[in-house]
């Protein structure tokens, strides 16, 4: 909530400054880019909700403990001095 306030702050303190202009500011948002990270939001929260996500991170962790176990037993090589 800090961040978000200072970030405020200091967007208002710009603005009054003149150092960018209202016009400048509403030119400068990505409309397009925030919809698209407002949708993924969203869809991660649609599969954390339903509990697809914990699933996917079930499989793939114990997929990637036999690798862990196969690739600790060899050999590592030797740094020369």
């Not at 407002?38 to 699933?55: H, Q, Y």
């Amino acid at each position: 909530m800090i961040l978000v306030i200072v970030t405020a702050l200091l967007a208002l303190a710009f603005l009054l400054t003149g150092r960018v202009t209202v016009h400048g500011a509403m030119q400068a948002i990505d409309f397009d880019l925030l919809l698209v990270l407002f949708a993924l939001l969203i869809a991660v929260e649609l599969l954390r909700e339903s509990g697809w996500l914990d699933f996917a991170v079930a499989r793939t962790t114990d997929s990637t403990q036999y690798a862990t176990s196969t690739s600790s037993s060899m050999p590592t090589r030797r740094q020369s001095s």
